[in-house]
DNA sequence: ATGTCAATGCACACTGGTGTGCAGTGTGAT
DNA sequence: ATCACACTGCACACCAGTGTGCATTGACAT
């Protein structure tokens, strides 16, 4: 099957470290060039536009490998067919380490390329917000925000835990999920029992 | 006492409406340029420079200006005594209009002027850590989350929801307020109570 | 009437990033 | 042995924004 095998492989193995690099790179610093990508790449500047036309081209690539990731956990967790506060607790358990790595995502939402980004996001928001209106029509959820604003929102302050830095501590994933638990409506000795539940 | 009345005056006049146009433009975009600024302003380029010798300068005179308004909404607010959720919600809707006003300064917030936004906002920080640990103290507030931490979130799911352009809805100050209550940990109950005791 | 000075309208130099072109080099494929 | 081709290294053009210099205009102050 492996035609050009080896000729083939190591060229995909740049491309995948300069995408991985990217990520890295990004999430540090959003609005680090295409040569600090290549640098830390260990490659020159012009080897990656080699392999991604523009810088668009490589942003593209990385929020559509994002939303394959995103769209698994989420069609993974919705399997187990629990109640829609229990499936966030495990949403949020299974997409933590995710929303750290694509973090930068977020970052250039606002922005030049916050257009595309959104485009292809949308689908991703779409489940979310299924999920959540799911909990309100089963009044697992409170219904103070339509269920697209309060997934954003929910997700938005799970992400903001998950990406503060703070000084000596490091961000802890399950007071994030209590916090989005809470904004969600569900009460507080309820979200306690759902994370108790959690491997 | 006025001086040079007509010509110093005409002059801040000038200078002021830079600023407030400045705060609409970047507003609606962080990135816009002192020349989008000028023209908006219905001046040209050159004389914004005239005023603020580098983009720095204009955006840390916003901040400044920011500052000063949210720590007299704060102290206002912490003047009246009360318990630290009533406080709260005192505080959110009297920064309500502020917080969109000032909308940019949270975009910028990550980027190449975050530093210096960063520091003169952390007296305002400070005084909202302050609030919400008040709160935790007297068990108001849950305790999931550190006080810095938990207010800054709780702060930002306001200013997310003020700063949502929905399609069709206009954000909704008390929904906002109910959201930022919930992740503090007050019970919905006590939470809806305490806005309608609101004017 | 005369000077002052904010605002104007150019000019310019500088920076930092993007994207392209092309000749050269080394390593796998044939 | 030779071809193909990913990567290199350097060139360039281009763009958009920043900040400065300076001569000019016009309203206000004296």
Redesign the pocket.
Known sequence: MP??????R??N???DRILDVALDVLGDNP??????I?TAA?????????????????IRTLTERAVAEMTDVLAEVNAAAAEADATWVAFIARIWPVTHRYRVLLALRRGEYGEAIHSLLGPVDELLADLVRRGQDSSRFARHLPAGTLSQVAYGAVFAIATSDLPNENPDPRAATITSLLMLGVPETRAIALLDDQP
Chains 1, 2 share one sequence.
């Open positions: 035609a050009e095998s080896s000729r083939l190591s060229m193995e740049t491309r609005d680090a060039g295409m040569g600090d290549a260990g490659v020159v500047r012009r080897t990656v536009y080699g392999h991604f036309p523009s810088r668009l081209d490589l």
